[in-house]
């Protein structure tokens, strides 16, 4: 006799005159969401369907630690009796029994239902294997209980990698116009302004405007004098000596006038 049985037997020492069968089902099902998105609390249930003279039963439903964290203490089954669960790393196994003379389960049934936690992405898979029942006559009957549900996973950042930012959007803008207005800007303004001389004054796109005809080029005047390497001491030389010339031509012309 199992664990599961005693207890089924211990309870039924109360049960008075309870009429005792063997306990049938049908193939027990797994339901999960089909998708969730990672951080998402939600619901597994585990149902057998098709029950007759169910007092007792134990199953085991087995999930991926890595994609999915059961919530301590969220497995739940049918109201009345004595329920009881216990988990491993990978697995949370749920007992089930009526008590003293409370009447078997029949129909479908639910035998429990869990709650996880979406931990990342990928496809979450939900399984049962072994499943056990127990009559109000406490025979045993095993279920074939190879059932299972995948729930996939979105992971949080799966909108962000898709390609936003990085695809092509700043980047793009950046190279093009930056990269652009720089080349064509700044260089042209350098090599039309400087280099050119009187070319006039470089623009964004590398051409040079024309420089107005009232403007005088080269610098001031004083510049241009020193450009031409004549001495100022020279001229001034020069001038004085006609000045002279001049002023004696003129005496001249008057004494002979006389």
Do not use: C, Q, W
């Not at 072994?130 to 025979?139: P, R």
């Amino acid at each position: 006799m199992t664990v599961l049985s005693g207890l089924v037997a211990a309870s039924m020492m109360f049960a008075g005159g309870a009429a005792y069968a063997a306990p049938t089902a049908g193939t027990p099902t797994v339901e999960a969401p089909a998708s969730v998105d990672e951080g998402d609390t939600f619901t597994v249930t585990v149902t057998l369907p098709a029950t007759e003279d169910v007092f007792a039963y134990s199953t085991t439903l087995a999930f991926d630690p890595a994609l999915v964290e059961y919530v301590d203490d969220s497995a739940a089954g049918p109201d009345g009796g004595f329920s009881s669960s216990s988990t491993t790393a990978d697995a949370v196994t749920f007992t089930h029994t009526r008590l003293g003379g409370s009447p078997a389960l029949d129909g479908d049934l639910v035998l429990f239902t869990a709650e996880f936690v979406a931990l990342g992405g990928g496809s979450a898979a939900f399984e049962i294997g072994a499943l056990t029942l127990v009559g109000t006559d406490t025979e045993e009957l095993s279920v074939d209980a190879e059932a299972s549900a995948d729930t996939e996973i979105t992971p949080a950042d799966g909108g962000t990698d898709g390609g936003g930012t990085d695809g092509g959007g700043t980047d793009g803008g950046g190279d093009g116009g930056t990269d652009g207005g720089t080349d064509g800007g700044t260089d042209g303004e350098t090599d039309g302004g400087t280099d050119g001389g009187d070319g006039g004054t470089g623009t964004g796109d590398g051409t040079a405007e024309p420089v107005s005809d009232d403007v005088s080029v080269g610098g001031s005047g004083a510049d241009n004098l020193s450009d031409t390497g004549a001495s100022p001491a020279g001229l001034i030389a020069a001038a004085a000596i006609a000045l002279a010339l001049g002023i004696t031509l003129v005496v001249r012309k008057s004494v002979m006038a006389r």
